[in-house]
């Protein structure tokens, strides 16, 4: 069967739509955030975000110790989760500023 221009043509433009579609999908500025929220929701496996907002001092002087009690005190993959957590969540934030500045 001889494929005529036209259809040539609609077969190569579906082709740069979907290659574009998966750019705009893939890109980083869309990775990260899925990949932060991710991390927290596996995070929440570890801890009880609800109780830490429970157990939050209404001092704010008690808050430091708080919070170096809480990081002393919990498992090693909470910590570990957290790290990564804010580390990627950081880094969004870095390249938005970056980004809009660029």
Same mark, same amino acid.
């Given at each position: 069967?001889?494929?005529? $221009?036209?259809?040539?043509? +609609?077969?190569?433009?579906?082709? #740069? $739509?979907?290659? =574009?579609?998966?750019?705009? /999908?893939?890109? &980083?500025?869309? #990775? +990260? &955030? #899925?990949?932060?929220?991710? %991390? /927290? %929701?596996?995070?929440?496996? $570890?801890?009880?975000? *609800? =109780?830490?907002?429970?157990?939050? @001092?209404?001092? #704010?002087?008690? %808050? @430091? +110790? !708080? ?9 090693? *993959? ?8 804010? !580390?990627? *969540? /950081? ?8 980004? +809009?500045? *660029?």
């Amino acid at each position: 069967m001889v494929t005529t $221009y036209t259809q040539r043509q +609609k077969r190569i433009m579906r082709r #740069i $739509y979907i290659v =574009h579609a998966l750019r705009l /999908v893939l890109s &980083p500025m869309v #990775i +990260k &955030p #899925i990949v932060a929220l991710v %991390l /927290v %929701l596996r995070l929440s496996r $570890y801890v009880s975000f *609800a =109780h830490v907002f429970e157990n939050i @001092p209404r001092d #704010i002087g008690r %808050l @430091p +110790k !708080f919070v170096s009690s809480a990081f002393i005190n919990t498992e090693i *993959a909470s910590l570990v989760l957290f790290a990564i957590t804010t !580390f990627v *969540a /950081v880094w969004f934030v870095r390249d938005m500023f970056v980004r +809009k500045m *660029a």
